[in-house]
């Protein structure tokens, strides 16, 4: 299926501004989410969330190496319907994850007894493991936050008919999303012990 329409730049510019707005509005966010802590109402938890997250990434990576199978195929349809699902998973992901962050005080890797701070014998406990945990989680974070507007302008550019660029991207912008949605459940199972 080849589509011959003209791209529409016209379109393109303004989702361009959009997603540039959209990035400053996320990164601002998740600047503030750590610093700002807001109220439950009474009875309410979002303790569920940290897993809910990991499933949000893990379906994404599965849904994003299912558009990479049908764009093989030349399924261009089936192609598009799974890039839909994918950012329609991590726009979902994102509001939760803001939610959670916004009202949930930060779980520290190591922090056996849940008090928000890493004593000798917690850090002893778990040795060069945090380490191991501490970069795979800012390798996670970093691309995050770098694939968020690379994505948002790969995908622009298919909307609005620029295949061959769209192409171009998709071949190094593909694999950041992919690692950022495979290491945030790991970063969660290496991170579950230590929930409260």
């Known amino acids: 299926m080849t589509n011959t329409a003209a791209p529409n730049m016209a ?13 400053v509005a996320v990164l601002a966010l998740v600047g503030l989410m750590r610093r700002v802590k807001l109220e439950m109402p009474a009875g309410w938890d979002v303790s569920f969330l ?23 195929q030349k399924n261009i349809a089936a192609h598009r319907s799974a890039i839909y699902a994918a950012m329609l998973l ?16 930060e779980t520290l890797f190591g ?7 890493l004593d000798a014998g917690e850090l002893a406990a778990v ?19 770098l694939s968020l507007p690379l994505i948002l302008f790969t995908f622009i550019r298919a909307f609005t008919r620029q295949y ?16 950022v949605a495979i290491t945030g ?7 579950k012990p230590f929930y409260s």
């Open 164 to 179: 061959e660029q769209h192409r171009r991207m998709a071949r190094w912008v593909y694999p950041l999303w992919l690692y």
């Open 90 to 105: 991590s726009v979902l992901f994102l509001l939760s994850y803001v939610t959670y962050h916004f009202t949930t005080p």
């Open 127 to 145: 040795g060069a493991f945090r380490y191991v945990y501490l970069v795979l989680l800012l390798s996670h974070i970093a691309l995050a936050a």
């Open 11 to 23: 379109l393109a510019k303004k989702l361009n501004l959009a997603a540039w707005v959209v990035t």
């Open 50 to 72: 940290p897993s809910f997250h990991a499933g949000l990434n893990a379906l994404t990576a599965v849904v994003l190496l299912l558009a990479l199978y049908f764009i093989k």
């Open 111 to 117: 922090d056996v007894d849940g008090n928000g701070q």
């Open 185 to 191: 459940p790991i970063c969660y199972w290496m991170l």
